[in-house]
C-alpha cells in the first residue's frame, strides 16, 4: 500500500455521489488548479469534458501530454480560448428562441437559461448524455464569465450579471446527472462558495524558503472529511497527494532497496529514495537528523531501518542506542530477518541506555538478549582510561578487522539517558568535547554515525559542523516532511512505498 496517491479519498468519493453535484476549486495562480482538475476528469467515471479558456488545447498537450497518451485519457476538450461570442448576440438568440418556443412558460424560461449561458457552456451541454454519469470541468470559471460579461458593450440594460449568470448555470446542471467542476483564480470567497456542494482550495506557500503545496478541504456536502489538509506535487504534470502515514504497526518495516552498485567510501542507505535526494553515506562521516517535537520517535526510526538492515545483511557491526520511547519490538522488529536466527548479535547491539528493554526481554527471544548490552556493564569515565577502551569500541572494532564498514544510531535523547545513567552531567563543557571526541571515532574506525535530536538542541548544535548529510523533519498535518539542510534540497514528505521498497520521498514541486 501507498499513502502516495492522485486524489484523497474524500475527492474519490465525492465523484461516485449521485449527481447533480458541483464542486469549487480555488486558489492563487500557479497553484495546481488545473492539474487538480484534470486528475478528477481522469478519475471520474462516464463521459469527461473539459471546457478550457485559459490555454489552447496545443497548449494542455505540452504541459500535460498523458491527456493524449494513446487517447487512453478519453477526455472531450472545447477549446474557448479563441471563442468568438459577445453578450448581444447571445440576448439576440434568447430573444428570438423565446418567440418561437412552445407556449409552456417553463419551457420557454429553460431554454431562455440555456441560450444565456456562455457558448462554451452550451458546447459542453450538447455533448453530454442525458442519463448516466458525467463530468464538467470549466477552467477557468473566472476568465470566461468575465470575457462573456466583458462583451455586452452599450447592452447596459441587459439583466444578466455574473451572480445570476451563475446561479443560471447550476440551476441547468441540476437538470442532469452530472457534476461539475469549476476552477476559480481568486483566492477569495465568492457566492459560489456557499451555492456549490463542495470547495477545495489550493495553497502554494513557501516555509523554510522551500515549496509547500496543500490541498485544504473545507466543505464537501455527503462526505465525512476525515483530512480536512494534503499536502501534495505536481511534478510530471500529474497531480499526486499524500494520505496520513498508518499506525507503525501496520507499516511493512525492513524492506530494502537493493543497492544497484558499490561506491568505494560510501555505504547504501537502504533507500533509492534516499539516495536520490540526499546522497549516500560517506564512511567516516555522520548524518545528522533534526526532529522537530511533533515527530514521533518511531517515524525516525522508519528512516533509520533501511539503513541498520542494509548495514546488518552486509556483515557490517551496527550499533543502535535508542530513544528511551521506543519498545523492543520497535528496534529488534524490523532488522531480525536480515540475519540467520541465533546470528543477529554477530553484527547487532543495542544499548539499553535506560534499563527497561532489560526487563522487558527477560524469558523471551534469545537473539534479542544477545544482542543487548546493559549500560551497567559500561566502566565509568576515569581520568587515567583510555575512553575507547570498552566492549562497545572492542566489537565495533572487530567489524573493522572483518573488512565490513559499521554503523552506530544514536539517538540525542538516548545520549541523554546514558549520561545520566553513568551519572555524567552534559554541561556546556562536556558538549564542547563532543566534535572532537566524535571526529577521533570517525577518523579511526570504518563506519557511518547517524545521530538524530530535537531541532536547536545543544548536543546538535556542538556538532553540526561534522556532518556530511544534515536533514530536518517537521511534522505537518500528520505527515513527514523532509527538508535537506547539507546538502540543500527541496521538500519531501514521508509515504509508505507503493512496491517493495521502504518508503518513498515524494519531492513537492
Not at 464538467?136 to 462583451?151: F, M, P, Q
Not at 552498485?261 to 567516516?284: C, H, K, N, V
Not at 546488518?312 to 528511551?324: C, D, W
Not at 527471544?365 to 570498552?390: M, T, Y
Request: hydrophobic letters at 40%.
Amino acid at each position: 500500500m501507498s499513502t502516495a496517491v492522485r486524489l484523497p479519498a474524500e475527492l474519490r468519493q465525492f465523484l461516485a455521489l449521485p449527481g447533480p453535484q458541483s464542486l469549487l476549486i480555488r486558489g492563487p495562480p500557479g497553484s495546481g488548479k488545473t492539474t487538480l482538475s484534470l486528475a478528477m476528469l481522469e478519475a471520474a467515471p462516464g463521459e469527461r469534458l473539459l471546457v478550457t479558456n485559459r490555454v489552447s488545447t496545443s497548449e494542455l498537450s505540452r504541459e500535460f501530454p498523458w491527456l493524449g497518451e494513446n487517447g487512453a485519457s478519453s477526455i472531450q476538450i472545447v477549446d474557448a480560448s479563441d471563442w468568438n461570442s459577445s453578450i448581444g448576440g447571445i440576448a439576440q438568440a434568447a430573444s428570438e428562441a423565446a418567440l418561437i418556443a412552445d407556449s409552456d412558460s417553463r419551457e420557454r424560461q429553460r431554454l431562455s437559461e440555456f441560450l444565456a449561458l456562455p457558448p462554451p457552456v452550451q458546447e459542453a451541454w450538447s455533448r453530454l448524455p442525458s442519463s448516466g454519469p458525467s463530468t464538467v470541468v470549466i477552467d477557468s470559471w473566472d476568465a470566461l464569465v468575465e470575457s462573456y460579461l466583458g462583451r455586452r458593450g452599450s447592452r447596459l440594460d441587459y439583466p444578466i450579471d455574473r451572480a445570476e449568470l451563475e446561479r443560471m448555470l447550476l440551476r441547468w446542471m441540476a437538470r442532469s446527472p452530472s457534476h461539475l467542476i469549476l476552477v476559480l483564480e481568486t483566492d477569495q470567497q465568492t457566492q459560489l462558495d456557499y451555492l456549490v456542494n463542495g470547495v477545495a482550495l489550493t495553497r502554494r506557500e513557501t516555509v523554510n524558503d522551500r515549496l509547500e503545496r496543500w490541498l485544504i478541504l473545507p466543505k464537501l456536502r455527503g462526505i465525512r472529511i476525515a483530512s480536512a489538509a494534503y499536502p501534495y506535487t505536481v511534478e510530471g504534470g500529474k497531480f499526486q497527494c499524500i494520505e496520513p502515514l498508518r499506525p507503525y504497526t501496520q507499516i511493512h518495516r525492513g524492506q530494502v532497496d537493493p543497492e544497484p552498485d558499490r561506491m568505494p567510501g560510501f555505504m547504501w542507505p537502504g533507500s533509492r529514495s534516499f539516495a536520490e535526494a540526499f546522497g549516500r553515506l560517506a564512511i567516516g562521516r555522520m548524518t545528522l537528523i533534526e526532529v522537530e517535537n511533533e515527530v514521533p520517535d518511531h517515524v525516525v526510526l522508519h528512516l533509520l531501518t533501511p539503513i541498520m538492515a542494509q548495514s546488518i545483511e552486509n556483515g557490517g557491526r551496527t550499533l543502535a542506542i535508542p530513544s528511551p520511547s521506543l519498545t523492543a519490538e520497535e528496534i529488534w522488529g524490523p532488522v531480525e530477518g536480515h540475519r540467520p536466527k541465533g546470528h543477529l548479535s554477530e553484527v547487532f547491539r543495542v544499548l539499553d541506555v535506560s534499563g527497561q528493554l532489560e526487563r522487558g526481554l527477560r524469558g523471551g527471544s534469545a537473539d534479542r538478549l544477545a544482542s543487548l548490552i546493559s549500560v551497567k556493564s559500561l566502566p565509568l569515565p576515569q581520568p587515567d582510561r583510555d575512553p575507547d577502551d570498552n566492549e562497545i569500541s572492542r566489537w565495533l572494532r572487530g567489524g573493522v578487522v572483518g573488512g565490513h564498514p559499521g554503523l552506530v544510531t544514536m539517538y540525542g535523547s538516548g545520549l541523554e539517558a546514558l549520561a545520566a545513567a553513568m551519572k555524567i552531567p552534559i554541561t556546556s563543557e562536556v558538549a564542547a568535547t563532543l566534535p572532537a571526541s566524535l571526529q577521533s571515532t570517525l577518523g579511526a574506525a570504518s563506519l557511518h554515525l547517524i545521530t538524530v535530536g530535537k531541532i536547536d538542541s545543544p548536543i546538535l548544535r556542538a556538532i553540526t559542523s561534522l556532518a556530511s548529510i544534515h536533514l530536518r523533519v517537521l511534522n505537518r498535518q500528520g505527515r513527514v516532511l523532509i527538508y535537506g539542510l547539507k546538502p540543500w534540497t527541496t521538500g519531501f514528505v514521508l509515504a509508505e512505498s507503493s512496491n517493495s521498497g521502504p518508503y518513498e520521498l515524494l519531492r513537492i514541486v
